[in-house]
């Protein structure tokens, strides 16, 4: 049961231009969604979030778009830079006894063309 | 700050020996998260603990898997026995205080199991 889903497990975008990366969800319980970047054999870094009452936020080059009656979520990036080719990974979140739990889909590889 | 700190990084077993994974957070966090990632399922929690205390361990696969946390700068997660299908990349992850507080990963323990 995938409660959330990255559609493209990949994508390739021209230096300057922009990349929107998509992300779905099932459960309406989410109240908190987030975006993490991860490079090779590193960990996950936080890159931007949204509250479930916003619809966008956005963060320098970064902006989150909510949909929250289609149940999906993007990142836009704007302008892509060679530096940004990474995995993506779209989390969803809820509070449970005082601790953030973080269902994350499969992850986006965006890879930046010089 | 040293960031969240995983040993070992790499891993190799043979199929029965018990693997031991070892985490120490950041110190002065209080949630403590242990994830899988896998080609097929992506990042899924395991584990995670609030204040030493595990709260959700929904995710842990079989009971082959156990994780403990004696205190609260350290962390373990066992197999026994490994299995092949255990073989994926372990992330131990921390975070402080309630609510959406950013999950900040370490570099992650590469487990192959032949």
């Known amino acids: 049961d995938q409660q959330v889903k990255q559609n493209s497990p990949s994508l390739s975008v021209q230096e300057g231009r922009i990349s929107i990366l998509n992300c779905d969800y099932t459960n309406s319980m989410f109240d908190y969604f987030l975006w993490y970047k991860k490079y090779p054999a590193e960990g996950p870094t936080f890159l931007i979030s949204i509250s479930s009452i916003k619809d966008k936020n956005e963060d320098g080059r970064f902006t989150v778009f909510l949909n929250k009656s289609a149940k999906h979520l993007s990142l836009h990036i704007v302008p892509s830079q060679p530096g940004d080719s990474a995995v993506y990974f779209c989390a969803a979140s809820r509070v449970i006894q005082g601790a953030q739990k973080l269902v994350f889909g499969q992850g986006t590889r965006l890879t930046i063309n010089p | 700050d040293a960031g969240v700190i995983q040993s070992p990084r790499h891993e190799v077993t043979e199929m029965g020996q018990e693997v031991t994974l070892r985490c120490k957070p950041i110190?002065?966090?209080?949630?403590l998260f242990w994830y899988r990632q896998t080609m097929m399922r992506g990042l899924e929690l395991l584990i995670y603990?609030?204040?030493?205390?595990?709260?959700?361990d929904s995710g842990m696969p079989e009971d082959r898997f156990s994780a403990k946390m004696p205190n609260a700068s350290f962390s373990t997660l066992k197999i026994q026995p490994s299995e092949p299908r255990d073989s994926a990349v372990y992330f131990c992850?921390?975070?402080?205080?309630?609510?959406?507080?950013?999950?900040?990963f370490g570099p992650g323990t590469r487990l192959t199991v032949l």
């Open positions: 603990f609030n204040n030493n205390v595990p709260i959700d």
């Open positions: 110190s002065g966090h209080n949630s």
């Open positions: 992850a921390s975070s402080w205080g309630v609510s959406y507080n950013e999950q900040f």
